[in-house]
């Protein structure tokens, strides 16, 4: 397991996996990096993952702009839930840790993955039982979450003040947004492949 | 101690794994199989994949039954033949790749190893080029990566990707993907993704071993 974990941080910082990660990286931001929220985003990774090998959702079609859709909402009550009065902070941070498992495991449909060597494997393998793979491919989602684990210690170690956290929210929600939005219109493929050319040129 | 400084050691500890994580990857198995009672010759000191003598037991290789059709195709390059029915008689790797995807564009030396080592002892390579972007769609540009590649063997362009879903079960098609047919033309070996390099070559020499 622990090679297809080191084989998913590397592809965590490549086009492939850059999607899947953009709405996790926004909501560890703009929810100050909670333990809670990154918990989720975890769990919400790995439930994709175990989809994703089980083959039994399609990677393009009527799911991406849905998908879009689900992610473009989702991280707007995010940034709309400080706004609502009266909300006590625990609800609100339940509300966001469900949000955000709920969102990482939707986008988990924008991964257009890199199959090296340890995910082939798993890939292969699944084609004859999906059992004996799946901690394999938890181990891999897991190690592609690093780099919004390295986020949510960064927020944590900065510990902005609660006006800069505010911006740095909006900031991040606004590009969360935007990359939701372009799914929902069907635009997921020219985003991949602009990732992709800009990363290889 | 101050949780935001632990909290900083974190984020640096996990930069630093990120990090690691590419200064320390291997290449994977670059290593081709050889018969395990050939004798390490002169040339074995060098330390190539294409002369390191690595035994690897072959693998299984159920005849998982005729191999699809090449559906609503746009043609071949490189190539004199037009249906993969006119290699009967050959061992055949049929790879699904695309010039763009760094993972197809790993397993090339390891196919070219293929190649040079058993294209004269009736096995071929046919690479099902199924773009994943619109400019890989564009013939010029296939010809360009397959010069810049070393691709020399016969390329089936699979535009609108019918093939590649065909032959692949369920709602998800991968690239790159290795099917390997017997002389026959039946599907007896299938991986995904990099790798298991050593294990196609030992499966290349099995089934060329086999009796047509």
């Known amino acids: 397991m622990l090679p297809a974990f080191f084989e998913a941080i590397r592809a965590s910082v490549q086009p492939c996996t850059l999607l899947l990660l953009t709405p996790a990286l926004v909501l560890a931001i703009v929810t100050r990096g909670r333990w809670t929220s990154f918990a989720a985003i975890c769990v919400g990774a790995v439930l994709g993952g175990w989809l994703f090998i089980a083959n039994v959702v399609a990677l393009d079609g009527w799911q991406l702009p849905v998908s879009g859709a689900v992610v473009l909402t989702a991280i707007a009550l995010v940034l709309g839930a400080p706004s609502?009065?009266?909300?006590?902070?625990?609800?609100?941070?339940?509300?966001?840790?469900?949000?955000?498992?709920?969102?990482?495991?939707?986008?988990?449909?924008?991964?257009?993955?890199?199959?090296?060597?340890?995910?082939?494997?798993?890939?292969?393998?699944?084609?004859?039982?999906?059992?004996?793979?799946?901690?394999?491919?938890?181990?891999?989602?897991?190690?592609?979450?690093?780099?919004?684990?390295?986020?949510?210690?960064?927020?944590?170690?900065?510990?902005?003040?609660?006006?800069?956290?505010?911006?740095?929210?909006?900031?991040?929600?606004?590009?969360?947004?935007?990359?939701?939005?372009?799914?929902?219109?069907?635009?997921?493929?020219?985003?991949?492949?602009?990732l992709t050319r800009w990363t290889t040129s | 101690m101050n949780p935001r400084l632990l909290a900083g050691v974190g984020a640096v500890v996990v930069a630093l794994v990120i990090g690691a994580a590419f200064v320390l990857a291997d290449d994977g198995d670059p290593a081709p199989a050889v018969q395990s009672d050939a004798a390490p010759t002169a040339s074995t000191a060098d330390t190539s994949p294409t002369t390191t003598p690595v035994a690897v037991a072959t693998p299984d290789l159920p005849n998982r039954g005729p191999h699809p059709e090449l559906v609503d195709i746009d043609g071949w390059?490189?190539?004199?033949?037009?249906?993969?029915?006119?290699?009967?008689?050959?061992?055949?790797?049929?790879?699904?790749?695309?010039?763009?995807?760094?993972?197809?564009?790993?397993?090339?030396?390891h196919m070219q190893e293929l190649y040079e080592r058993y294209g004269d002892q009736g096995f071929e390579i046919v690479g099902i080029h199924a773009p994943e972007f619109g400019y890989e769609a564009e013939v010029p540009n296939i010809e360009e990566a397959a010069a810049e590649l070393g691709v020399t063997w016969p390329i089936v362009l699979d535009t609108n990707k019918r093939t590649f879903h065909s032959w692949q079960e369920g709602p998800t098609a991968h690239w790159p993907r290795i099917y390997l047919l017997d002389r026959d033309g039946n599907i007896r070996y299938d991986h995904i993704g990099e790798g298991r390099y050593a294990e196609t070559d030992a499966a290349v020499q099995a089934l060329l071993a086999e009796p047509s």
């Open chain 1, 84 to 194: 609502v009065p009266r909300l006590h902070w625990a609800t609100a941070a339940s509300i966001e840790a469900a949000v955000a498992g709920l969102v990482t495991f939707v986008a988990t449909l924008w991964w257009r993955p890199c199959i090296g060597e340890e995910l082939g494997s798993i890939l292969t393998g699944a084609r004859a039982g999906v059992g004996a793979e799946l901690p394999g491919i938890t181990a891999y989602m897991l190690g592609a979450m690093a780099p919004v684990l390295a986020v949510v210690l960064l927020v944590r170690a900065i510990d902005p003040s609660p006006v800069a956290a505010r911006w740095a929210g909006w900031c991040a929600g606004g590009i969360g947004l935007v990359v939701a939005a372009a799914v929902a219109v069907g635009r997921h493929d020219e985003l991949v492949t602009a």
């Open chain 2, 77 to 109: 390059l490189q190539s004199d033949v037009t249906s993969l029915e006119e290699l009967r008689g050959k061992v055949v790797a049929v790879q699904f790749w695309t010039f763009a995807c760094r993972n197809c564009r790993a397993t090339i030396p």
